[in-house]
């Protein structure tokens, strides 16, 4: 697939078919997740993958009851919680240089190579962010030093949603300086 087709095609999905997935589509996945960029290439990026139902449920109860992604989790194959080991990245040396948590942004670049892996291998995902962090660490048994960034559950799409609409680049490109309000 082509990476313009993927990057255009890629939904959020919310409605899962209950189907297993091959671990060698997982892996590929998960693959797809190692090669993103990351600070100095500090790999700071971990990941859980979740296929027992039981956990799957519990990570569910981790999001407000008016998150529309909450029920997925009853559906969805399997989960990938990326989760981040802090101090590596925005470091050198072992000395902060950074002042944002940079972390986010590896950990941001690995989830889209997520997303767009599993929809070029015929999965459907979505990204939350909107849970309970410590919950969910709890839950995956995540200890200090790491925080759970955010969950991706993956499976056969159900339903895809239409094409969103996006803004013409010329309301969000500026060229040599920031000219835009």
């Not at 008016?66 to 009853?74: D, I, L, Q």
């Not at 950990?107 to 015929?122: H, R």
Request: charged fraction near 25%.
């Amino acid at each position: 697939m082509d990476v313009f087709e993927a990057i255009k095609g890629r939904r959020s999905i919310r409605s899962f078919k209950e189907r297993e997935v091959e671990d060698s589509i997982v892996e590929k996945i998960l693959d797809a997740a190692r090669w993103a960029p990351s600070w100095a290439n500090s790999q700071c990026a971990r990941y859980v993958v979740v296929r027992t139902k039981e956990i799957l449920l519990k990570l569910g109860e981790t999001l407000p009851p008016t998150n529309p992604a909450r029920g997925v989790f009853a559906q969805c194959s399997f989960c990938i919680a990326v989760v981040a080991k802090h101090g590596l990245a925005g470091y050198k040396k072992g000395e902060r240089v950074e002042s944002r948590d940079w972390y986010m942004f590896d950990s941001a670049l690995a989830t889209q190579n997520i997303c767009l892996a599993a929809y070029a291998l015929g999965l459907g995902s979505v990204i939350v962010g909107l849970f309970d962090h410590k919950a969910a660490s709890e839950v995956l048994k995540v200890p200090q030093g790491y925080e759970t960034v955010c969950l991706i559950p993956i499976g056969e799409p159900d339903k895809s949603p239409a094409v969103p609409s996006r803004k013409p680049l010329s309301e969000i490109v500026s060229y040599e300086s920031f000219s835009r309000g």
